[in-house]
Every structure is written in structure tokens, then in C-alpha cells.
């Protein structure tokens, strides 16, 4: 290629993005080549063409139908409480989902997929009702928690959805609990490109003051206990009683009654808690959780859960799974 070759398509390619950029701004708001890093609890990740912040849903869709259309490679992003980007940059659009309305009618909350988990607590605080405790302290979006199917202390998110609203395909459509199919930490929304654009939830009424006990209780459980360092939350899924290998009579007894082996656990035990690659750390009190301590890059995090993998397999023959989304 000669050099006015070059040029020409340089300058057809600085238009291009212009336009594209244009384009956007119709969404929401566009930041460009924005450090991704900036966007998540890990701190970790190369930058973004471009970055639409949209806070509505109608825009959402519209969007979602632009970018469907125009063929160009998207990534959508809650609050970056789940996920670890890649150090290489991202040549595409990643949408930011911060429509966030919450409304409540009888016992029935909708919500829009942007909308904090805290937020969604506060409301069944206000109105008394029961079942978004174990939600108390953890961040990130109802969409993201849905998709993966957060939980913790024993319930989740699909204890308590009725039915979701989701944009496929070019569509928005609507689909009951059974059909989202929940599992532990997964649900079906991860697959086949669904963006989760409305919630509704039903909840059961319950004691304002057992309510409040109960958020108390799990915050207090939780204070200490997060390093003080970013990380994206618990590394690893826990393993289902009926998966582990080995005798169930070694394990500890609590154990067994919560059917589950802890992951954190397991790194502990396989003697790794504690074990650094660049700026990546395991935690050596809360194993389960892989902190950026100076700078760390996905490949440091990648390199150092493999070690881990590796350890907990050879010492008990199960495989770890990560709960963190991994963007290659
Ligand atoms: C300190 C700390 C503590 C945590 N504690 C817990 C805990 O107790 N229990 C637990 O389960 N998790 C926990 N997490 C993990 C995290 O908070 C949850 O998984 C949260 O639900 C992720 O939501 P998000 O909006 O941040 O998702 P993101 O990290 O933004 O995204 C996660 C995945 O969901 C996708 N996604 C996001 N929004 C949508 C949408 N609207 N439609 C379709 N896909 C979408 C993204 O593309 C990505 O693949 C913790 C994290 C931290 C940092």
C-alpha cells in the first residue's frame, strides 16, 4: 500500500468512527476509548471504542437494534461487579445498563435492569417484605445478578423472580421463571445473546423487625471479611455435595449441612492461600477471593488461577469452576 493509500484509508476510518459516534449519541451518553478498567470492582481491563451509558430502556432497545443491524460487536455491562476484562482493548461498543426505575404494586416489585441490588432491598424493606436480605452489601446491577443468578447465604435471585423481560434477536420479550432456568450461580439468560432489560419480583410479606435482624446479621458477616483490595467478589463456585469425589464423613459436618464444600476451602487447604502472580493475589484469609494488589492484568489473574485450579485438583480431584466472568 503507498503511503497516500494509507492515508486515505486512515482518513476513511477516522469518519467512519465519527459517524458511528454520531450515531450513538442518540442512546445515551458516549465516552471514547474509555479504560474499562474504570468500570469494574477489579480494576482491571484494556480500553472501549466506545462506551454507551444508557438510562432508559426504550434507548436500550433501540440501541440493541442499531448495533444488531449495523453488525458492530457489543459487550454489555452491569455495575463490573462480576467480571474480568481483558488487558487487550475492546473494538467494539460495550453498553452500560443504568435504566434503573423501580416501581411497586401489591406485593409485586418491576424493576429495570440497571437498577442496584441495593436499591431492590430498600424497597422490600420499605414495604416489609421478605426475601432480598441475603442481597445486603453486595453490589452490582439487578441484571447481572439475574443473568448469573447471584445469591448468598443460602437464597438467590431466583427465589424470588416472577418473570423477565429480555431483548433477543431484536425483540423484547417476556419469559417466565421456568423458562430464565435458574441454576446455581447460572441461569439460560447466558445464552443465546439475551440482554435483561425488566425484572418482577414476588415477595412474600414478612416481620419488619425479623427483616431487619436478618440484614444486620448478614452485613455483620460480611464486614471484615471483603479484603481491602478490588476484586470482582468469589472467584470460584462452591461444589455441590453431590459432585464431591471423595468421602463425605472427612468433610466438616456444617458441610454436609449446607450441601455444599467451600471453594475457599479448597484453596486453603490445597495451600495456596496467600500465593501472588504480578500484581494478582490470592487472599489468604478469604481464599476464594483473587485480589488486584498493584496493578494486576488479566493474564496475572489467568496465571494465577490456573495454579490454583491445579492445586485443588491434584490434592482433590475436582475441577474448579469461576463464578467471575472471563472476557477474552
Ligand atoms: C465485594 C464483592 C462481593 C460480592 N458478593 C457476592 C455475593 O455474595 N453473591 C454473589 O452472587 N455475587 C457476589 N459478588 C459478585 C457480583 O456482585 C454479582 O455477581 C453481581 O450480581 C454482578 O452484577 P453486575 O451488574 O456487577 O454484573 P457485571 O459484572 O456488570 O456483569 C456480569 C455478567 O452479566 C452480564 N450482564 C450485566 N448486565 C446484564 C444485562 N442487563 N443483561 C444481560 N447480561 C448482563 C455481563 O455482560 C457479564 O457477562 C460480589 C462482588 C464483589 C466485588
Given at each position: 500500500?503507498?503511503?497516500?493509500?494509507?492515508?486515505?484509508?486512515?482518513?476513511?476510518?477516522?469518519?467512519?468512527?465519527?459517524?458511528?459516534?454520531?450515531?450513538?449519541?442518540q442512546?445515551?451518553?458516549?465516552?471514547?476509548?474509555?479504560?474499562?478498567?474504570?468500570?469494574?470492582?477489579?480494576?482491571?481491563?484494556?480500553?472501549?471504542?466506545?462506551?454507551?451509558?444508557?438510562?432508559?430502556?426504550?434507548?436500550t432497545?433501540?440501541?440493541?437494534?442499531?448495533?444488531?443491524?449495523?453488525?458492530?460487536?457489543?459487550?454489555?455491562?452491569?455495575?463490573?461487579?462480576?467480571?474480568?476484562?481483558?488487558?487487550?482493548?475492546?473494538?467494539g461498543?460495550?453498553?452500560?445498563?443504568?435504566?434503573?426505575?423501580?416501581?411497586i404494586?401489591?406485593n409485586?416489585?418491576?424493576?429495570?435492569a440497571?437498577?442496584?441490588?441495593?436499591?431492590?432491598?430498600?424497597?422490600?424493606?420499605?414495604?416489609?417484605?421478605?426475601?432480598?436480605?441475603?442481597?445486603?452489601?453486595?453490589?452490582?446491577?439487578?441484571?447481572?445478578?439475574?443473568?448469573?443468578?447471584a445469591?448468598?447465604?443460602?437464597?438467590?435471585?431466583?427465589?424470588?423472580?416472577d418473570?423477565?423481560?429480555?431483548?433477543?434477536?431484536?425483540?423484547?420479550?417476556?419469559l417466565?421463571?421456568?423458562?430464565?432456568?435458574?441454576?446455581y450461580?447460572?441461569?439460560?439468560?447466558?445464552?443465546?445473546?439475551?440482554?435483561?432489560?425488566?425484572?418482577?419480583?414476588?415477595?412474600?410479606?414478612?416481620d419488619?423487625k425479623?427483616?431487619?435482624t436478618?440484614?444486620?446479621?448478614?452485613?455483620?458477616?460480611?464486614?471484615?471479611?471483603?479484603?481491602?483490595?478490588?476484586?470482582?467478589?468469589?472467584?470460584?463456585?462452591?461444589?455441590?455435595?453431590?459432585?464431591?469425589?471423595?468421602?463425605?464423613?472427612?468433610?466438616?459436618?456444617?458441610?454436609?449441612?449446607?450441601?455444599?464444600?467451600?471453594?475457599?476451602?479448597?484453596?486453603?487447604?490445597?495451600?495456596?492461600?496467600?500465593?501472588?502472580?504480578?500484581g494478582?493475589?490470592?487472599?489468604?484469609?478469604?481464599?476464594?477471593?483473587?485480589?488486584?494488589?498493584?496493578?494486576?492484568?488479566?493474564?496475572?489473574?489467568?496465571?494465577l488461577?490456573?495454579?490454583?485450579?491445579?492445586k485443588?485438583?491434584?490434592?482433590?480431584?475436582?475441577?474448579?469452576?469461576?463464578?467471575?466472568?472471563?472476557?477474552?
Open positions: 500500500m503507498t503511503s497516500l493509500q494509507g492515508l486515505v484509508s486512515l482518513v476513511s476510518l477516522v469518519s467512519l468512527m465519527d459517524v458511528i459516534y454520531q450515531q450513538l449519541k442512546f445515551g451518553r458516549v465516552k471514547t476509548n474509555e479504560p474499562l478498567f474504570k468500570h469494574t470492582t477489579f480494576k482491571i481491563g484494556g480500553s472501549a471504542r466506545f462506551l454507551v451509558i444508557v438510562e432508559d430502556r426504550e434507548k432497545i433501540s440501541l440493541l437494534n442499531f448495533l444488531l443491524a449495523e453488525g458492530i460487536n457489543y459487550f454489555i455491562l452491569g455495575g463490573g461487579s462480576n467480571l474480568l476484562f481483558s488487558d487487550e482493548d475492546f473494538d461498543v460495550v453498553v452500560k445498563i443504568k435504566n434503573q426505575k423501580s416501581k404494586i401489591n409485586e416489585i418491576e424493576t429495570e440497571g437498577a442496584q441490588l441495593g436499591e431492590v432491598l430498600i424497597l422490600t424493606l420499605k414495604h416489609n417484605l421478605t426475601g432480598m436480605e441475603w442481597a445486603a452489601g453486595v453490589p452490582g446491577t439487578i441484571g447481572g445478578a439475574v443473568r448469573g443468578n445469591g448468598a447465604f443460602g437464597s438467590d435471585m431466583a427465589s424470588n423472580v418473570r423477565v423481560e429480555v431483548w433477543r434477536d431484536g425483540e423484547a420479550i417476556i417466565s421463571k421456568e423458562e430464565c432456568d435458574f441454576g450461580r447460572s441461569s439460560g439468560l447466558k445464552k443465546g445473546g439475551s440482554v435483561i432489560l425488566r425484572v418482577w419480583f414476588k415477595f412474600p410479606a414478612g419488619k425479623e427483616i431487619m436478618k440484614v444486620q446479621k448478614n452485613l455483620q458477616a460480611r464486614q471484615g471479611k471483603f479484603p481491602p483490595f478490588p476484586s470482582a467478589g468469589c472467584f470460584f463456585k462452591n461444589i455441590k455435595l453431590d459432585k464431591w469425589p471423595g468421602k463425605k464423613e472427612d468433610l466438616p459436618p456444617i458441610f454436609l449441612e449446607r450441601g455444599t464444600v467451600p471453594a475457599g476451602w479448597l484453596v486453603e487447604q490445597a495451600g495456596v492461600g496467600g500465593l501472588t502472580v504480578g494478582a493475589k490470592v487472599d489468604a484469609s478469604h481464599c476464594n477471593f483473587v485480589i488486584n494488589v498493584d496493578k494486576a492484568t488479566q493474564s496475572d489473574v489467568l496465571q488461577v490456573e495454579i490454583v485450579r491445579e485443588v485438583y491434584n490434592k482433590f480431584g475436582v475441577e474448579l469452576e469461576q463464578e467471575v466472568e472471563i472476557i477474552k
